[in-house]
């Protein structure tokens, strides 16, 4: 994951603040939990993880705002800073596979 930031670093013009910070899960979307006591050793608290679907097959989307789904669609330039880093990991296979 680090290749990746510097890749963002060295593409990027004319900033020079770099917070990748807003890009992480937060330790609840992770399923990060304080653990209650218990007389049980064994008992941990946990959340139980939502129904993906609904049973018309449709996602279940309560709780996700326009925001966070813009949060996980790429802007032009992270697209693009995305397929250099592609291409730079990949370009030597590409060109194997083309030669063959």
């Not at 680090?2 to 963002?8: E, I, L, Q």
């Not at 129904?51 to 790429?74: A, F, R, V």
């Amino acid at each position: 994951m680090d290749s990746v930031y510097r890749v963002a670093d060295s593409d990027e013009e004319g900033s020079t603040s770099h917070d990748y910070s807003k890009y992480a899960p937060s330790l609840h979307s992770l399923g990060i939990t304080q653990k209650t006591t218990c007389s049980s050793a064994a008992y941990v608290a946990v959340s139980p993880l939502p129904t993906q679907d609904l049973p018309d097959g449709s996602l279940d989307l309560t709780g996700i705002d326009d925001e966070e789904i813009d949060t996980y669609i790429l802007t032009a330039s992270e697209s693009a800073m995305k397929e250099r880093f592609w291409m730079k990991l990949n370009g030597e296979y590409l060109k194997e596979i083309e030669r063959r």
